[in-house]
């Protein structure tokens, strides 16, 4: 079973348990939201794996908008995190400059889970 630090939906931050101790996310929510970390990150931010994240600066922001070029971003991105089997992303508005949406992961287990953007 995975299990990840668990983080503040808002600030995206760590959040202490009833202990003081760092919180812990355990399945399914804990891989939704490691597909959630996995689309926030910028290709090349994570030093211990500069192949990690979305092409953001190279490919998407402040180039013309591929629709069909984010949401394979967005689904490469999600495969990278151990226990999904398979992701599609939806794209449901894009007003101004904001993208939403949502990638909708299947685990191992079968169980299938949104992650909005």
């Given amino acids: 079973m995975a299990s990840t630090l668990l983080l503040d939906q808002t600030l995206w931050d760590l959040v202490a348990d009833a202990n003081g101790n760092i919180a812990m996310a355990d399945e399914p929510y804990a891989i939704a939201q490691d597909v959630a970390s996995a689309i926030r990150t910028f290709l090349g931010e ?8 979305v092409p953001y600066w190279s490919d998407i922001l402040g180039q013309q908008l ?33 993208l939403t949406g949502q990638v909708q992961v299947t685990t191992s287990a079968g169980v299938t889970l949104p992650v909005n953007f």
Avoid: E
């Fill in 46 to 53: 994570c030093w211990f794996n500069t192949k990690d994240g």
């Fill in 66 to 98: 591929s629709l069909q070029l984010v949401k394979k971003a967005m689904v490469d991105a999600a495969m990278t995190v151990q226990g999904v089997i398979s992701a599609q992303c939806y794209i449901t508005g894009f007003d101004g400059r904001v």
